[in-house]
């Protein structure tokens, strides 16, 4: 029986034909099967979960990244910016190996799920936040080799709370938990949650500290989130986060703004003199204002006219006392 030709074949035949020229007939067996296409799977590394919930996953703790990011600037009184890096699955044993020693190793309860999570913040921002925190605002702040200090221990446990407190609320939508500090180890090859061949999924942050940055690390192992890994699903993300950033943002908005501190400064009168007066000023002398001692105070907000005043005593101490609100003035 003579060979039947492809469809392949029949159009580089087609093609031959057209410029004039032949290729080269490669021969394939009678009976060949059909080509599939093959992808690589490595049974030492399973991917247990799939990319859709890695996408949500990454979607949830995005929106942690915002909140804890935003808590962290008020509390430090400086622009700290968070960002998701990486989130990917690895080995328990892979995780670990590819962190520093010493470092501020967290681990997690998860109530009510099961098994515990690890949160890593490495030495290379931690130790900038702690210097901030003391009162430093050194560029070049020294990163010691060594565990944190007691004293440093609890600092770091002051951020720490900011970032369990965002992480429930970012997980709110998916699951009611409440993310709890069980344990911290500055040495995390001491530390055997799940077998070292369990699959875990690591996300990576990026914490920037002005010219300083470092990274954080949550690891979820599989088997924390094995029950409610189907609510991991794309769409019932997308539902979540559309839902979320029209009921929360409002609310966290304001939440943020009544803790924002103000400048509020109370201005008794203003007046002008020369420099030759200014200079022969001593103790006692009496600078004559621009206006009665009957007339009100005038408090400014963030160098704006916001209220109206007179001055006060209460309990021995000097106030000031809110007559009304100023008339609007520029600056």
Same mark, same amino acid.
């Given at each position: 029986?003579?060979?039947?030709?492809?469809?392949?074949?029949?159009?580089?035949?087609?093609?031959?034909?057209?410029?004039?020229?032949?290729?080269?007939?490669?021969?394939?067996?009678?009976?060949?099967?059909?080509?599939?296409?093959?992808?690589?799977?490595?049974?030492?590394?399973?991917?247990?979960?799939?990319?859709?919930?890695?996408?949500?996953?990454?979607?949830?703790?995005?929106?942690?990244?915002?909140?804890?990011?935003?808590?962290?600037?008020?509390?430090?009184?400086?622009?700290?910016?968070?960002?998701?890096?990486?989130?990917?699955?690895?080995?328990?044993?892979?995780?670990?190996?590819?962190?520093?020693?010493?470092?501020?190793?967290?681990?997690?309860?998860?109530?009510?799920?099961?098994?515990?999570?690890?949160?890593?913040?490495?030495?290379?921002?931690?130790?900038?936040?702690?210097?901030?925190?003391?009162?430093?605002?050194?560029?070049?702040?020294?990163?010691?080799?060594? %565990?944190?200090?007691?004293?440093?221990?609890?600092? =770091?446990?002051? &951020? !720490?709370?900011?970032? @369990?407190? #965002?992480?429930?609320?970012?997980?709110?939508?998916?699951?009611?938990?409440?993310?709890?500090?069980?344990?911290?180890?500055?040495?995390?090859?001491?530390?055997?949650?799940?077998?070292?061949?369990?699959?875990?999924?690591?996300?990576?942050?990026?914490?920037?500290?002005?010219?300083?940055?470092?990274?954080?690390?949550?690891?979820?192992?599989?088997?924390?989130?094995?029950?409610?890994?189907?609510?991991?699903?794309?769409?019932?993300?997308?539902?979540?986060?559309?839902?979320?950033?029209?009921?929360?943002?409002?609310?966290?908005?304001?939440?943020?703004?009544?803790?924002? %501190?103000?400048?509020?400064?109370?201005?008794?009168? =203003?007046?002008? &003199? !020369?420099?030759?007066? @200014?200079? #022969?000023?001593?103790?006692?002398?009496?600078?004559?204002?621009?206006?009665?001692?009957?007339?009100?105070?005038?408090?400014?907000?963030?160098?704006?006219?916001?209220?109206?005043?007179?001055?006060?005593?209460?309990?021995?101490?000097?106030?000031?006392?809110?007559?009304?609100?100023?008339?609007?003035?520029?600056?």
């Amino acid at each position: 029986m003579a060979d039947v030709l492809d469809q392949s074949e029949v159009d580089a035949l087609l093609a031959a034909a057209s410029t004039g020229t032949m290729p080269e007939r490669r021969a394939q067996p009678r009976n060949a099967a059909p080509r599939r296409d093959i992808a690589v799977y490595d049974f030492k590394r399973p991917e247990r979960v799939s990319k859709d919930q890695m996408r949500s996953l990454e979607g949830i703790h995005d929106a942690f990244a915002r909140n804890f990011g935003a808590s962290l600037s008020g509390f430090l009184r400086t622009i700290i910016e968070t960002r998701v890096a990486v989130c990917e699955q690895l080995t328990y044993s892979e995780f670990i190996r590819s962190l520093p020693s010493p470092t501020c190793f967290n681990l997690l309860n998860v109530s009510p799920l099961s098994g515990q999570m690890c949160l890593e913040i490495s030495p290379l921002i931690i130790y900038p936040i702690i210097d901030r925190l003391l009162g430093g605002n050194s560029p070049e702040t020294y990163i010691p080799q060594r %565990a944190l200090t007691n004293i440093e221990h609890r600092l =770091v446990a002051r &951020i !720490t709370e900011r970032a @369990l407190s #965002s992480l429930t609320e970012a997980w709110a939508q998916l699951v009611e938990v409440k993310f709890e500090l069980a344990e911290t180890e500055s040495n995390p090859q001491l530390v055997q949650i799940v077998a070292p061949n369990e699959v875990v999924v690591v996300i990576g942050f990026e914490i920037k500290l002005g010219a300083r940055s470092g990274t954080m690390s949550l690891c979820i192992p599989f088997n924390v989130i094995e029950p409610v890994i189907q609510k991991l699903a794309t769409q019932a993300w997308v539902a979540y986060s559309q839902r979320a950033r029209h009921d929360g943002n409002r609310e966290l908005l304001e939440k943020r703004l009544r803790v924002a %501190a103000v400048e509020v400064r109370a201005v008794l009168g =203003v007046t002008k &003199i !020369t420099v030759n007066d @200014l200079f #022969s000023m001593s103790p006692g002398d009496i600078l004559r204002l621009d206006k009665p001692v009957s007339s009100d105070v005038l408090l400014r907000v963030e160098g704006r006219d916001k209220f109206t005043g007179r001055i006060a005593q209460r309990k021995g101490v000097r106030v000031i006392r809110i007559n009304g609100h100023a008339a609007a003035a520029e600056n």
